[in-house]
């Protein structure tokens, strides 16, 4: 105490900048960590975005076809399925041929032809005969998506200045393409395919309908077995197991169980339900079945968790009044910690959305030419699909893959969106 | 202990009794399912949709690769297995067995077209004109002293002019598919293997140690020279976009997509393109097949009408479907004879 105050001392004075100069380093580290983390999400959003806006929008062409009975019901009997194995394809060649001109040359055909989707654009026709039989022998006005070379060129996603043997678009295609466009009979319209179709090996076709479909089915079969299970188990280890080496030994085992890798739910997939129970391949329910082995111990980590932060006076306050412990745990314990358990079964379950790994095992991964209507149907799921696109070889796959990435980013969003919601809304405070 | 499992679930299946059995056969499926090859995976979904769209059926193709093809659809002839399998390479004779073991009794072949392996490289990257002795003293771990003296040593070539001075003064910096793919197999099988033989003590040994010829052939550095990319051949394509100075190894179709940014090797003086792997002319090429079950396709008639859809003319014919999204595909006269084969469904054997 004789020489004062301690922070006079040269020692605590150096002491004092060393703690300040921590304080400092800390929080210039912070901001960095932060700074980094919304410099890569700003990244990879613009990227994606970048890619995948041009995908929200697709040209489509309009030309006639003259729908002749030679080609398509050389019998005259106009049979509905006959009628939908028809040649389609030359109705199409034929009217490309005769709206450009190009006679017999074969260059020039194939480049005619190559304007349109080739396979859009024969089906939109045979569907409508196949529904209306009446309309063969007349004209009929088709619009159809332009193939998908044609569309990433008018979305300037495609160079031009190379020689045109090598590139994917042709000088003839180009000038007739802008001849098209300047008279309206090429016009760029909001790409509803994309999420009315399901899903083809035609990018200007594809959709994510049925692979939204699949995961929607997938995510309902996890969270109908997921849920009830998580919530029960937590609410009986934490509330009613006696505390003693069993329950410690089932409660490490299901910490283990949350950080097993997921590839290893779809080799047990694949071995106990569909070799042994003999389940469908590629099915929703064998997916949501595997997912809610994922999930399940996330949910109850969180239940339990949510559980334990029920304040006591709750619970003993209920006692008091002459609840039983079974009336205080489900009438007072249970409803408070409802956020938190609301909270962890959704980000499990939007974790569960994005997995690829264990579907690959049990068939998932699969170009389905339907969409969905039953669990037990074969499905694919969104981040499949997005898989799948990445693999393809046509540019126009770049910006689908981009789109799709984008819509279960979305589907990500609304369910984060949802959990942030019913937690501010069911929180209490005490 | 899979097989255990099986037979006991069969068990308990029959102990159920008839009304069980009478819902599995109500609950028969009535789509197609296909497994198999990611390199017939694009080709034959495009002619799912397109048989889709004619008849209603719902087609299910899996993208497994070629082995996990074979294993699923010779695990046994029941309708829980698949009915077709795409294929990158013939079946083998043992997978054959496997299905005979299993009760797939006859298996139908059918042959759809080729598939060029290109070894290709940024447009405006360096030319490259390979013969496939380059490509195996490129790739190679271990190379042959000389001509004449099959110690093998280490591969010691950094630059592609040190190979020969005619190649570009490039690092020899390889990207191609991992030992998984059957592209990678092709790959080794037609071009390693090709050019090992063009030194004649190696062309001696493969007549009288395979095995050591094999081993000499087959396998590819590991000093980094040569990197394994993935399934995913449009990674190896990004790659080379991002590295004008390597080379890629993929399938032509991922060429043809790309020809305003890739451009393919010559090999022996032959360009990878349309006509030259139609020929034969271009050396890496190798033939794609898919598998049917005779006995699937009694069952359910839809599979016959899908097999023949694949190898009609509108799918396979000049100026296809097929053809535009790059599917070499196999001449009419065999075309012809598969068709036969499918409608008679007429089971292979094995000539080896």
């Given amino acids: ?430 | 202990m899979r097989l255990v499992w099986r037979h006991a679930a069969a068990k308990a299946v029959s102990a159920a009794g008839e009304a069980n059995s009478d819902a599995a056969a109500s609950t028969a499926r009535s789509e197609i399912r296909i497994v198999g090859s990611s390199t017939v995976y694009p080709f034959s979904t495009k002619v799912a949709q397109e048989f889709k769209n004619k008849t209603g059926v719902n087609v299910v193709v899996e993208s497994t690769g070629s082995g996990g093809g074979h294993k699923l659809f010779c695990d046994g002839a029941g309708m829980d297995t698949p009915d077709i399998t795409n294929s990158s390479r013939r079946q083998k004779e043992s997978e054959l067995a496997a299905c005979h073991a299993n009760g797939v009794d006859e298996v139908v072949e059918v042959m759809i077209g080729y598939d060029g392996i290109v070894i290709g490289n940024l447009r405006e990257g360096p030319e490259f004109n390979l013969s496939l002795k380059q490509v195996y003293q490129a790739f190679a771990k271990e190379l042959p002293t000389s001509d004449d003296d099959c110690t093998m040593v280490a591969n010691g070539y950094n630059n592609w002019s040190e190979i020969d001075p005619s190649l570009p003064n490039e690092t020899i910096e390889g990207y191609g598919p991992p030992p998984t793919s059957g592209t990678r197999d092709a790959f080794v099988e037609i071009a390693m293997e090709g050019g090992a033989k063009a030194y004649p003590c190696l062309a001696a040994l493969a007549d009288s140690d395979e095995d050591a010829f094999l081993a000499a052939a087959h396998t590819v550095r590991e000093d980094g020279r040569w990197i394994d990319s993935g399934e995913n051949d449009n990674v190896i394509v990004q790659t080379l976009v991002n590295t004008p100075t390597a080379v890629g190894v993929f399938g032509y179709s991922f060429l043809a997509q790309n020809t305003d940014k890739i451009k393919g090797a010559t090999v022996d003086g032959a360009e990878p393109s349309f006509e030259n792997i139609t020929t034969g002319d271009y050396p890496i090429s190798r033939s794609l097949f898919f598998y049917v079950k005779a006995s699937h396709m009694e069952e359910i008639p839809a599979i016959r009408q899908y097999a023949l859809e694949f190898l009609s003319d509108e799918a396979a014919g000049e100026g296809g479907y097929l053809e535009e999204i790059g599917l070499v595909p196999a001449t009419d006269e065999a075309r012809a004879a598969y068709r036969d084969a499918v409608v008679t469904g007429t089971g292979y054997a094995h000539e080896e």
């Fill in chain 1, 1 to 430: 105490m004789s020489s004062g105050s301690p922070h006079t001392t040269a020692r605590a004075v150096a002491m004092l900048k060393k703690r300040r100069r921590a304080n400092s380093v800390f929080h210039a580290l912070g901001v960095a960590a932060i700074a980094f983390a919304i410099a890569a999400l700003v990244w990879l959003m613009s990227s994606i975005v970048g890619t995948g806006i041009s995908a929200f929008t697709q040209n489509v062409i309009t030309f006639e076809v003259v729908l002749d009975e030679e080609e398509l019901d050389p019998s005259g009997e106009r049979d509905p399925d006959a009628l939908r194995l028809a040649n389609y394809r030359a109705v199409v060649q034929d009217a490309l041929y005769e709206r450009f001109d190009v006679g017999d040359d074969r260059q020039r055909r194939q480049e005619a032809f190559g304007l349109v989707s080739t396979s859009g654009a024969t089906d939109i026709i045979r569907q409508q005969v196949f529904t209306d039989p009446s309309l063969v022998g007349t004209t009929m006005t088709v619009t159809a998506p332009v193939s998908d070379d044609l569309d990433q060129y008018l979305k300037g996603n495609l160079t031009t200045d190379i020689d045109e043997s090598l590139r994917r678009v042709s000088d003839n295609q180009i000038a007739w393409a802008q001849e098209l466009k300047a008279s309206g009979e090429i016009k760029s319209q909001f790409n509803w395919t994309l999420f009315t179709a399901p899903d083809s090996r035609d990018p200007e076709l594809a959709g994510v309908a049925g692979a939204i479909v699949g995961s929607l089915l997938t995510m309902l079969v996890t969270f109908v077995l997921a849920f009830p299970l998580g919530v029960g188990a937590a609410v009986y280890l934490e509330e009613y197991a006696p505390k003693n080496r069993m329950t410690d030994f089932v409660e490490i085992n299901i910490n283990n169980l949350a950080a097993v890798p997921s590839i290893v739910f779809g080799l047990l997939g694949l071995a106990v339900f569909l070799n042994f129970f003999g389940m469908p391949r590629s099915a929703p329910l064998v997916g949501g079945i595997v997912l809610a082995f994922m999930t399940f111990p996330t949910i109850m980590i969180a239940t339990r968790a949510a559980l334990k932060a029920v304040p006591s006076g709750i619970y003993d306050g209920a006692l008091s009044l002459g609840a039983s412990h079974t009336q205080a745990v489900f009438h007072h314990k249970l409803p408070n910690a409802a956020p938190g358990i609301l909270t962890g079964s959704i980000i499990g379950m939007a974790r569960a959305l994005g997995e690829t790994a264990p579907l690959l095992m049990i068939g998932m991964v699969a170009f389905v030419t339907e969409i969905p209507s039953s669990i037990t149907e074969p499905a694919s799921a969104l981040p499949v699909q997005i898989f799948l696109w990445s693999d393809s070889a046509e540019v126009a796959w770049e910006e689908r893959t981009s789109a799709a990435i984008l819509i279960l980013l979305a589907f990500m969003i609304v369910i984060n969106g949802a959990a942030i919601w019913l937690r501010s809304k069911l929180e209490k405070r005490w």
